[in-house]
């Protein structure tokens, strides 16, 4: 007999109702968590070059950047490489509080993050995951060039 909150019997991989209403509310109270990300993402070649390095939040507000941060970044990857990375970088938090995931479009984000970290790291599916010392020490040093994205899903 089919449960009435279901459209269809439930295959393994699919989620319940329950998970399915769940999930549909955690991206709802975690669209307010994230109002105050940036509306896009400049590049550092940019960034550089503004008297007053900046982006506006989807909150209207606006995310400084320190100019000694963007000047340490640009001292770690060349000129194309500036070109090509995007601030501020992603760091998404899930369900896990011991690890996060910066999200990487490019090769570039994975270089900055092994240089900052002073050690190797591989992105897979388009993240490098980061245990909670690296993550302390990357936003230490990178504090306004990083920001997080909360997502309802367990970081995997």
Same mark, same amino acid.
């Given at each position: 007999?089919?449960?009435?909150?279901?459209?269809?019997?439930?295959?393994?991989?699919?989620?319940?109702?329950?998970?399915?209403v769940l999930q549909d509310?955690?991206?709802?109270?975690?669209?307010?968590?994230?109002? &105050?990300?940036?509306?896009?993402? #400049?590049?550092? =070649?940019?960034? +550089? @070059?503004?008297?007053?390095?900046?982006?506006?939040?989807?909150?209207?507000?606006?995310?400084?950047?320190?100019?000694?941060?963007?000047?340490?970044?640009?001292?770690?990857?060349?000129?194309?490489?500036?070109?090509?990375?995007?601030?501020?970088?992603?760091?998404?938090r899930g369900g896990s509080?011991?690890?996060?995931?910066?999200?990487? &479009?490019?090769?570039?984000?994975? #270089?900055?993050? =092994?240089?900052? +970290? @002073?050690?190797?790291?591989?992105?897979?599916?388009?993240?490098?995951?980061?245990?909670?010392?690296?993550?302390?020490?990357?936003?230490?040093?990178?504090?306004?060039?990083?920001?997080?994205?909360?997502?309802?899903?367990?970081?995997?």
């Open positions: 007999m089919l449960n009435p909150l279901q459209d269809k019997v439930p295959m393994q991989s699919e989620q319940s109702p329950y998970e399915t509310c955690l991206r709802g109270e975690l669209r307010l968590v994230n109002a &105050g990300l940036p509306k896009s993402q #400049k590049r550092l =070649s940019d960034l +550089l @070059n503004e008297k007053y390095p900046h982006v506006v939040c989807n909150d209207g507000s606006t995310h400084c950047f320190k100019k000694s941060e963007l000047e340490y970044l640009a001292s770690m990857i060349d000129a194309d490489e500036q070109q090509a990375l995007p601030l501020p970088m992603l760091i998404e509080q011991a690890e996060a995931a910066i999200i990487c &479009g490019a090769k570039v984000e994975e #270089k900055v993050v =092994s240089k900052a +970290l @002073n050690m190797p790291v591989t992105s897979e599916e388009g993240r490098v995951r980061i245990y909670k010392p690296q993550l302390a020490l990357l936003r230490r040093k990178l504090r306004t060039t990083t920001v997080y994205v909360f997502s309802p899903t367990v970081v995997a």
